[in-house]
């Protein structure tokens, strides 16, 4: 029974015998509608109209009955020294009043029930306020969401005895598994490393991207070392009064060091660990004395070498110094996105023990998600069980997989949508020039497919395939600019109108080509230098400015090559849009009938002007990849590929 129940059991008990002991004190107390005192009993004794007495055990009444049969009920003040026949003497009743034996007076035994109501009846008002207090200190002492527990610490501890999640569970970052591995092995064989005079590090900071895993790689950890595991997110440390956050810090690290060796796992420890110095309390602000704590814990008089701390955050840059120094945080593991293996085997992790069809290939899977993380491929797994029951299959399938992916990259198809058919014509040629652009420039990506079916927050979408590179050269970026044109110039060349439907590829086209210019170096008149020094505030961890480290002459002189830029790749866009008009005109019209087209319709629309019927189809190795063919034109767009830049699917 746990304590809950009990105090509830224990509170129904004691009202249960309050409200007994109430009703037999006022059925026992209550008072008769008729009574006789004692002058009148004797009266009607020498009479001789009384036949019996009956004296209560309690000795506190007196029931009376008549030679009529009739009874009645008197009051009687007897003490336990005095009885009835020395009480009627008092009123001159001798010996010889009683006529022929009557009344008999017979004194009942003494009830223990009603003595021990009786006695409840006195003390059960101590006893209840006895009890409710006793009720209010336990609740307070024992439970963490009470008011006078603030200093406790709320870090939920597990023995590891009953694992859950091991490292066969993680995927995806065998480097950092190596790290952690470390960690265990001395908790398991501290011995082996102490022969060598080998100190292990005290903290080991994961750092990462939101869903790479840094939260299952402690669970792991926790499964695998078989030592109490202590894990607290970094918010529950800090409260609105000053020096509950430091309070609690100080009872982790002593129950750590009862349960010694364990581990300390601080979850998104940045809510804690922010730069001291920023915030508007100055050196009094709770979260800098709640990280002050936690540095002297972890680095001061008295520490324990046996309590390991592990945290984790993504925003390492904002963290205090003295937090990362050598002798607290000594190692900083580094969980990355994973690359095309990382994500094959992530896939095998999470499809165990799903019925799985036999035209699943989890290779076209790992090649069809760049990008992705951990948490992302969980998703689109559970979404491709989600359809498969929903579609009342067997098992799940290839096709379920690769809409899946869709739903996760881009978002459900909004075929409700209504959208008037003049518009729906100037997105598909919007999408169309997209489409045709990229593919007549080798140095642009493969596309995968390009669909006026309104998904999120675009109208139409033009979907490249993306890869795994992360070094993007001049021409890449060049050719992702003009693709990015594409649809604004196709609306111009066919309404000789433009619409707000490009405002999404303005934006990125403009970022795209300062970036280039500032942070890249690959302007040619400016040089290989960064301008402009972007300036955060370490209290809120974002970029609120950037900040001028060049003259105003050189500031004209990046408006000038970032204009350059645009405009060579929209003279780019409308020469290939131009060039290949009766193509334009094929692909918007067959998006306008079919809505969607896959790479493999594509290519064969653009080589052979006609689409692939069903029959003509084959499995592709890659899902919708595209092998761009041959530009059909010597132009000076058309230059060799190099690295590709992996881009955000371009909306209308």
């Keep these: 029974m746990n304590s809950n129940k009990l105090t509830r059991w224990f509170v129904s008990l004691l009202i249960g015998v309050a409200i007994l002991a109430i009703v037999w004190s006022y059925s026992t107390s209550a008072t008769p509608t008729s009574q006789i005192s004692v002058s009148q009993l004797a009266q009607q004794i020498k009479e001789n109209q009384v036949a019996e007495i009956v004296v209560d055990g309690d000795g506190r009444s007196v029931t009376i009955t008549y030679a009529s049969d009739e009874t009645q009920p008197a009051t009687a003040q007897i003490s336990s020294v005095t009885s009835l026949e020395e009480l009627l003497t008092s009123y001159g009743i001798n010996q010889e009043d009683y006529q022929d034996g009557r009344p008999t007076i017979t004194y009942d035994p003494p009830s223990s029930w009603g003595s021990w109501l009786n006695v409840i009846g006195i003390f059960l008002p101590a006893v209840l306020i006895i009890g409710f207090i006793f009720l209010v200190f336990r609740q307070a002492q024992g439970n963490n969401n009470q008011a006078l527990s603030f200093g406790k610490s709320r870090a939920r501890m597990f023995t590891g005895d009953h694992p859950t999640v091991t490292f066969a569970d993680v995927a995806g970052a065998e480097e950092a598994k190596e790290e952690l591995e ?5 908790l398991k064989e501290p011995e082996k490393f102490v022969s060598f005079g080998a100190r292990i590090p005290k903290g080991v900071l994961m750092v990462g991207s939101p869903g790479t895993g840094k939260t299952l790689l402690a669970k792991a950890i926790s499964g ?9 997110a970094g918010s529950e440390f800090v409260e609105m009064f000053v020096g509950v956050g430091a309070s609690r810090v100080r009872d982790l690290f002593e129950q750590a060091k009862h349960n010694s060796p364990c581990i300390i796992f601080i979850d998104e420890i940045d809510a804690v660990g922010r730069q001291r110095g920023a915030g508007l309390g100055g050196s009094h602000d709770e979260r800098e004395q709640t990280l002050n704590q936690i540095l002297v814990e972890m680095d001061g008089f008295g520490t324990d070498t046996h309590v390991i701390i592990l945290a984790a955050t993504n925003r390492p840059d904002i963290l205090d110094p003295a937090l990362m120094r050598p002798g607290r945080f000594d190692r900083r593991v580094v969980i990355d996105k994973p690359d095309y293996k990382g994500r094959e085997a992530i896939f095998k992790v999470h499809l165990r023990g799903k019925p799985i069809a036999s035209d699943v290939n989890i290779d076209v899977l790992a090649r069809a998600t760049p990008g992705f993380v951990g948490a992302d491929i969980e998703n689109t797994v559970n979404e491709a069980a989600l359809l498969a029951a929903r579609r009342n299959c067997k098992s799940i399938g290839m096709a379920e997989f690769h809409e899946a992916v869709e739903r996760v990259q881009l978002g459900p198809e909004r075929k409700s949508r209504v959208i008037t058919p003049e518009e729906r014509e100037i997105i598909a040629y919007h999408e169309a020039g997209h489409a045709l652009v990229s593919h007549y420039l080798p140095a642009a990506l493969p596309l995968r497919k390009v669909t006026i079916v309104p998904r999120g927050m675009g109208l139409g979408l033009t979907w490249y395939m993306e890869d795994d590179t992360i070094l993007p050269n001049k021409t890449h970026l060049q050719a992702q600019i003009a693709s990015l044109l594409g649809g604004r110039v196709a609306e111009e060349i066919v309404f000789g109108e ?20 500032t942070q890249l170096g690959m302007s040619e008149e400016l040089g290989p230098r960064v301008y402009g020094q972007k300036q955060e505030m370490v209290f809120l961890g974002r970029e609120i400015s950037e900040q001028r480290d060049y003259s105003d002459a050189i500031a004209e002189k990046i408006d000038a090559e970032v204009r350059q830029i645009i405009d060579e790749q929209y003279q780019k866009a409308t020469s290939i849009l131009t060039t290949y008009r009766d193509k334009l005109n094929m692909i918007a019209l067959e998006l306008l009938e079919r809505e969607t087209l896959e790479a493999d319709e594509f290519l064969v629309l653009i080589e052979e002007g006609r689409i692939v019927s069903s029959s003509d189809k084959t499995p592709p190795t890659t899902p919708q990849t595209a092998l761009k063919s041959e530009p059909k034109s010597d132009t000076d767009w058309q230059k060799p590929p190099s690295l590709d830049l992996p881009p955000s699917p371009t909306p209308a």
């Design 498 to 517: 433009i619409t707000s439907g490009a405002s999404n590829d303005l934006q990125r086209v403009t970022k795209l080509a300062r970036t280039m210019v």
């Design 224 to 232: 695998e070392a078989g030592v109490p595991f202590f894990s607290i």
């Design 182 to 186: 470390e960690v265990v092995e001395f």
